[in-house]
């Protein structure tokens, strides 16, 4: 009766073992942390200077990789820009002829999305955390938080940000940065087959 018990147990705990195994497992956490455009944003990230595992990990978070993504804000695309900022990016980037459906475009809204985060990478000294709320909030919204004080900038005074949706948002597209960087990074190579810039 009590080696059947210890069996059971045994066969719970190998069962669970292999489960955790699996689950934790780069084969299985790419299914979950896709690689989607690749080519198209390895290009922008080379040109504009930014880590592709951030990329993926903010659009994992803005759209889940669905190019068809509409928020209730009215955000669109991979990327979820805004019209408004879409517009402004457009004329930065000498886009001809703006429209609000060309951000459904992963060739449009891609490299649009990547500019953007390099210009904020400029505008916050460099800082991802910083860079990620502004992306989120707004930049205006992030630059009134420093320089009251209301905010420090850094990950460990997340809490400080009076935006839940952006403590949420910053937290969630770190973690996936994180993941990203783990499953794809055991291979040496990364994701592009060559160790610099990412």
């Known amino acids: 009766m009590l080696y059947r018990i210890i069996k059971k147990i045994g066969i719970v705990f190998l069962i669970g073992f292999i489960f955790i195994q699996l689950v934790s497992s780069s084969w299985f956490l790419k299914h979950f942390y896709p690689i989607t455009h690749k080519e198209l944003i390895i290009e922008n990230c080379a040109v504009y200077q930014i880590d592709a595992y951030l990329v993926l990990a903010l659009i994992k978070a803005e759209s889940r990789f669905n190019s068809n993504a509409y928020s209730r804000s009215g955000a669109r695309g991979l990327m979820q820009i805004m019209p408004e900022t879409g517009k402004w990016i457009s004329e930065k980037m000498n886009f001809k002829s703006f429209t609000t459906d060309k951000l459904y475009e992963p060739s449009y809204n891609i490299p649009m999305g ?64 994180q993941v990203y960087k783990r499953i794809y990074e055991e291979n040496s190579k990364g994701i592009v087959g060559v160790s610099c810039c990412f």
């Open 114 to 177: 990547i500019w953007y985060i390099a210009y904020l990478y400029k505008n916050f000294d460099g800082n991802t955390v910083e860079v990620l709320a502004a992306y989120n909030a707004g930049e205006s919204k992030v630059r009134g938080w420093l320089d009251k004080g209301v905010w420090t900038g850094k990950l460990k005074d997340i809490k400080d940000i009076p935006y839940k949706e952006t403590r949420d948002y910053v937290e969630r597209v770190m973690f996936n940065y």
